[in-house]
């Protein structure tokens, strides 16, 4: 069997990868005293007495939703929010094996902005973070600002900042190897949706000054009729050479290749006009812009994408698991740009200089000691919380 129908195998054996365990056994009639009636009324009462005490008398302290309207479903598009339910469970048990935290996966059934940021924000309540999945462009933008608006938890949408830490702390990485600087490289990056946007801000952030972008219509430059506003905005903040034309036209003379958008864009050809020592992370799944052996064979001196089976694998389960992991063990109601840079910057770390090669950018994503950025600190059960301080939307 390929991978594919050993996967489809393992899933009707499985009828589903997660299931509820119950952290209190249930033996005595004293233990149903007090897991339930009449014992459960004391910490009702604390709890609505002070909203914080949640997190220390229920498990919401490790508990985040898994959300998505299936709209952006890996590659496979708007397949809907009941078929993306395998992602969603997958995703759940990669918190939980990665991390130790519990994910519960949640599907929406509608596409509308403002019903999906009601009812995530009506069910907030029960989670200690929401990892928004799978939510196409641009309204996984909206999404994401509104629920940070009105949730007193962390909002996250992986798509988006999980693969741009990833792609940040590989880039760093790969530029040590080839010994250039992140103020001089030239970087091409190819694809500006979710993750393509987003790996843009946090690199501009992070003092990389030459960033071009390109999508399906070439070079994006200001002013084009009929721009999306998020487009835009990278404009105005990008392309510092006024450069037009196509992806080809780009990456002459560019030092990094940075892909999130579709297979077989990038010619051996269009490497070999790249600068000497090229880095490509070439991460369109499951087929890249340029396969490993044709870049290299070009002249390439890195390449990375997002398959298990080629080294330099760049997958944002290097970041999630320990992100919320992190951000939830210090009671924080928010992921901030500040602590994107540090996990960018720790992931990187996790590779000794000694160990740093051509095909060593980044640890393995099997490697669970980058989910664990919080061993010995205290936990959220030792620290108070803040409590909302905006309101809810309005259920009518």
């Known amino acids: 069997m390929d991978i594919s129908e050993e996967s489809l195998a393992l899933h009707y054996k499985l009828r589903g990868k997660l299931e509820v365990v119950s952290r209190y056994p249930i033996q005595t009639q004293k233990d149903l005293s007090l897991a339930y009636t009449p014992g459960v009324a004391a910490p009702c009462l604390e709890i609505q007495k002070d909203p914080a005490k949640s997190f220390q008398l229920t498990r919401r302290q490790n508990l985040v939703a898994v959300i998505t309207d299936g709209s952006a479903v890996l590659g496979l598009g708007n397949i809907g929010p009941l078929a993306g339910m395998p992602v969603m469970e997958g995703k ?31 069910i907030s309540k029960s989670f200690g973070g929401i990892n928004l999945e799978d939510i196409s462009a641009p309204r996984c933008f909206e999404v994401e600002r509104r629920l940070k608006e009105v949730c007193d938890i962390p ?52 003092g990389y000054r030459h960033l071009t972008l390109c999508d399906k219509d070439g070079i994006l430059v200001p002013g084009t009729p009929g721009q999306p506003s998020h487009h835009e905005e990278l404009a105005a903040r990008t392309n ?82 320990g992100l919320f992991k992190g951000a939830l063990s210090c ?14 910057q720790a992931l990187a ?48």
């Not at 048990?93 to 991390?99: I, Q």
């Not at 080839?178 to 987003?198: Q, S, T």
């Not at 870049?295 to 999630?320: C, E, K, M, W, Y």
């Open 92 to 122: 759940c048990v990669l918190f939980k094996e990665f991390a130790g935290v519990d994910a519960f996966p949640l599907c929406v059934d509608t596409q509308d902005v403002d019903e999906m940021v009601k009812t995530i924000a009506l």
């Open 155 to 206: 909002v996250f949408h992986d798509d988006q900042h999980g693969t741009a830490v990833v792609i940040t702390a590989a880039l760093t990485n790969a530029l040590k190897v080839v010994g250039k600087k992140k103020e001089d490289v030239k970087i091409v990056l190819n694809g500006i949706g979710a993750a393509g946007g987003a790996a843009a801000k946090l690199l501009l952030d992070l």
């Open 240 to 321: 510092p050479e006024g450069r037009t034309g196509t992806l080809a036209d780009a990456l002459v003379g560019a030092d990094v290749f940075i892909g999130v958008s579709r297979p077989g864009l990038v010619t051996g050809e269009m490497v070999e006009s790249m600068a000497k020592d090229p880095i490509l992370l070439a991460m369109a799944n499951p087929v890249p812009e340029i396969m490993p052996d044709v870049a290299l064979a070009h002249g390439a001196a890195v390449v990375g994408t997002g398959r298990s089976d080629f080294p330099n694998q760049i997958n944002n389960v290097l970041v999630f698991p």
């Open 331 to 344: 009671g924080a109601v928010q992921i901030t740009e500040g602590m994107k840079y540090a996990a960018a």
């Open 349 to 396: 770390d996790m590779v000794p200089p000694e160990d740093l090669s051509p095909t060593c950018i980044l640890p393995s994503p099997l490697n669970r000691a980058a989910a664990d950025p919080c061993r010995g600190r205290r936990g959220p059960a030792d620290r108070p919380r803040p409590v909302l301080r905006v309101p809810l939307p309005s259920v009518s």
